[in-house]
């Protein structure tokens, strides 16, 4: 994988526009987050239709709470560790709203959201650590200010609010596997 001006290159694309300009080209963080729709549901495309503002309420009693939300990541990975890009790197997704990261707020300034096809409590796929490892690694070449200390959950940069990517992500074979120890 590589990312080049901002693209992942060979990935699907599912733009949105909920997105906007960085308010500079410091991009020095990465978040990992979960999302199922309806909750605890994968698939139906239902994820890309939320990030493009084009989710039918009528489709799911859940849709109708959230339909209108201008929500967005960069990236999602599904069940399959299929990868497909929404935003353009170098723009600001909507992916972490109020939230703070070594005393600094507005996360989305400064980073990059990468959505799990999951649960906080279902376990994630094989197929997912693969992808997320092989991205994260495109990622950090193309932006070297997020190593692997600069990368959190949603859940540790709006705690209280968020819960993602739960207590199901095993984050220490995530970050053995970034750093090569098995």
């Known amino acids: ?84 890009q929404f935003v353009s790197c170098d723009r600001r997704a909507w992916h972490a709203g109020a939230s703070r990261y070594a005393g600094r707020d507005n996360c989305n300034d400064f980073s990059i959201g990468i959505e799990l096809e999951g649960t906080d409590e279902l376990a994630y796929t094989d197929a997912q650590y693969a992808a997320l490892l092989a991205l994260t690694k495109a990622l950090q070449a193309a932006y070297p200010a997020i190593t692997n200390c600069r990368i959190t959950g949603h859940e540790f940069i709006a705690p209280g609010r968020k819960s993602d990517p739960g207590i199901a992500f095993d984050w220490q074979r995530y970050l053995s596997a970034l750093k090569g120890v098995s």
């Open 1 to 84: 994988m590589q990312v080049r001006d901002g693209w992942l290159e060979g990935a699907p694309r599912c733009l949105s526009a909920h997105c906007n300009e960085r308010p500079s080209d410091d991009i020095s963080l990465l978040v990992i987050h979960n999302i199922s729709l309806p909750p605890g549901a994968f698939g139906g495309g239902y994820v890309q239709s939320f990030f493009q503002g084009e989710l039918d309420p009528a489709q799911h009693p859940y849709f109708a709470d959230i339909a209108s939300l201008r929500v967005s990541a960069h990236f999602l990975i599904e069940r399959d560790g299929l990868v497909t």
